[in-house]
């Protein structure tokens, strides 16, 4: 069983950065893959990262790439996602899952084992 908290949401003006973390627990954590997901007011839920249970292969959405990073730190648990030169699109709520077998490149992630409950990202203009 895993748990994940994120935490490092909050207001910023467009253009500016955050670092959303997602701290886990369980035993197993190490050897899952995690990913990011976001769901704006009004739409579906998205991808937006993922990486392996390593933390070495890590795959993108168009609308992040070269805007975001997603790490993971199997030493201490956490999931990190920076997200550089935000936009205003990019105001949602971010989930944090992982799941032993299934790196999502893409969707809303619906093969995820487990979630988080999600933070606040509201970026201005």
């Known amino acids: 069983q895993v748990q994940l908290e994120e935490s490092g949401g909050g207001l910023v003006q467009a253009g500016g950065s955050l670092r959303l973390s997602c701290a886990a627990s369980g035993r197993t954590f190490s050897s899952n893959a995690v990913a990011w997901f976001r769901q704006a007011p009004g739409k579906e839920r998205e991808f937006v990262a993922s990486?392996?249970?390593?933390?070495?292969?890590?795959y993108y959405a168009d609308s992040v790439r070269g805007r975001f990073t997603i790490s993971k730190v199997n030493a201490k648990n956490t999931v990190y996602l920076q997200m550089n030169s935000l936009k205003p699109e990019d105001t949602a709520v971010y989930y944090c899952?992982?799941?032993?077998?299934?790196?999502?490149?893409?969707?809303?992630?619906?093969?995820?084992?487990?979630w988080g409950k999600g933070t606040l990202v509201t970026v201005s203009s």
């Open positions: 899952a992982a799941d032993p077998k299934s790196i999502p490149l893409s969707g809303a992630g619906g093969g995820m084992t487990y």
């Open positions: 990486c392996d249970w390593s933390g070495s292969d890590k």
